[in-house]
Nanobody, 126 residues
Framework: EVQLVESGGGLVQAGGSLRLSCAASEFTFDDYYIGWFRQAPGKEREGVSCIVSSDGSTYYVDSVKGRFTISSDNAKNTVYLQMNSLKPEDTAVYYC???????????????????WGQGTQVTVSS
């Protein structure tokens, strides 16, 4: 059974950092886009970042550019989201998800993501 498991969430003060991890089992990242999404209470789910495992190309939503960095360790089947300079508005449940790669196309949070993790809470206090 394909599984994605997030970890690394927690409570941090504004300006602090967290690193989220997304570990996969029963499949390898090679042919997938791996995305990070978040959902805050009362808000719609938002695509934060994604990475093309085969070539390392990335996407970031404007609100996190320059603060968040996505990376992939294909040997460990793990994708990371390094979050720096956190703001209270970054508070949300963060999910990782996987979508089959479309050869020649970069990743996008708008694609259909087939596999989802259970989420990890990130809370940023002011």
């Amino acid at each position: 059974e394909v599984q994605l498991v997030e970890s690394g969430g927690g409570l941090v003060q504004a300006g602090g950092s967290l690193r989220l991890s997304c570990a996969a089992s029963e499949f390898t990242f090679d042919d997938y886009y791996i995305g990070w999404f978040r959902q805050a209470p009362g808000k719609e789910r938002e695509g934060v970042s994604c990475i093309v495992s085969s070539d390392g190309s990335t996407y970031y939503v404007d609100s996190v550019k320059g603060r968040f960095t996505i990376s992939s360790d294909n040997a460990k089947n793990t994708v990371y989201l390094q979050m720096n300079s956190l703001k209270p508005e970054d508070t949300a449940v963060y999910y990782c998800a996987a979508a089959h790669e479309i050869p020649g196309y970069g990743c996008s949070p708008l694609y259909e993501y087939e596999y989802w993790g259970q989420g990890t809470q990130v809370t940023v206090s002011s």
